[in-house]
């Protein structure tokens, strides 16, 4: 738009009613808001302040173009308020990739539609950088070292035990010690240490399979190809649909997930998502009936 700056002065000065004062709201000279209205009533061609003694009133096309401006600033700012409210319930998090895709992503929807915050999902585990990368909060296990000096808050304990498809169950005639061992790359001791606590040492030599992700450790689990072992939130949805069973339980891993944030006060978007996680973490914990098995193991 021509003279957009012009118009804001005339704006300023027209709610003063002091070119003065209007100068003063600006921080320019009073020379200079004198010459964007002189601007102005060149463009319109049409006065629209006149002088009596020392001080400036405005004309009667000054006062109709006062009503015009006052609309179209208010929408203005109506609408940078609108925008920043917007920015201000956007959340970049940082998940680990399993949690965010067996987890978190299939409950988002219920977070946005009950708190009308977008929560913008990027995935990846161990150290974080928040801040600075744009990110907000990170959700991560606690089993490296913090680098930095964030916040932490307590999301739940860590619940493991060993899942099986069914059918793969059944298949291995209900005895882990015939079954293959699945794996993940990024928690490649997770079997030993599980197989040791619980007395199972000697299985150590089990067949083995390997996987990049702990996602395709899982999928692989589905549909039958082993056994993998399973953080309560990771496996909750298939046990409860039926495509995964836990005959031997789940016990404490020791372990724990946890929230990271920024030192300082959270904003509202950041405060909702967080009551929200622990809520919905805090219920996801295995029952008494599963901690001991979902069905005895023989």
């Keep these: 738009m021509r003279h957009l700056k012009a118009f804001h002065v005339f704006h300023v000065a027209a709610s003063s009613a002091s070119f003065t004062q209007a100068a003063s709201k600006l921080n320019i000279t009073h020379g200079a808001v004198s010459k964007q209205i002189k601007v102005l009533e060149s463009y319109l061609s049409q006065p629209l302040f006149y002088k009596q003694g020392r001080k400036v009133y405005l004309t009667q096309e000054g006062e109709l173009l006062k009503s015009y401006t006052e ?22 998090v940082s998940c680990e990739p399993t949690l965010t895709m067996r987890w978190l992503m299939p409950r988002l929807s219920d977070f946005y539609m009950s708190s009308g915050v977008d929560v913008r999902l990027s995935t990846a585990g161990g150290p974080v950088l928040l801040g ?7 959700i991560r296990r606690d089993d490296f070292e913090l680098i930095h000096d964030y916040k932490q808050t307590s999301l739940v304990d860590e619940w493991v035990g060993p899942v099986f498809a069914p059918h793969y169950w059944h298949q291995v005639k209900n005895d882990l010690s015939t079954a293959k061992l699945l794996h993940s790359q990024t928690r490649p001791h997770a079997w030993e240490k599980w197989l040791s606590s619980n007395g199972y040492s000697h299985l150590l030599n089990n067949v083995h399979q390997s996987y990049a992700h702990f996602y395709f450790c899982f999928q692989a689990a589905v549909e039958g190809l082993g056994a993998a072992l399973g953080s309560y939130p990771l496996v909750v949805d298939d046990i409860k649909r039926g495509n995964l069973v836990a005959p031997f339980g789940f016990g404490l891993s020791g372990h724990k997930y946890i929230l990271l944030g920024l030192e300082k006060t959270p904003d509202e978007a950041e405060q909702k998502f967080t009551d929200w996680l622990q809520t919905s973490l805090r219920s996801c914990v295995p029952t008494e009936s599963e901690r001991k098995g979902l069905f005895a193991a023989k």
């Design 132 to 138: 600075v990368t744009g990110l907000s909060l990170a």
């Design 71 to 92: 609309q179209a600033f208010q929408a203005l700012e109506s609408g940078v308020n609108k925008l920043t409210q917007v920015k201000s319930q956007c959340l970049e």
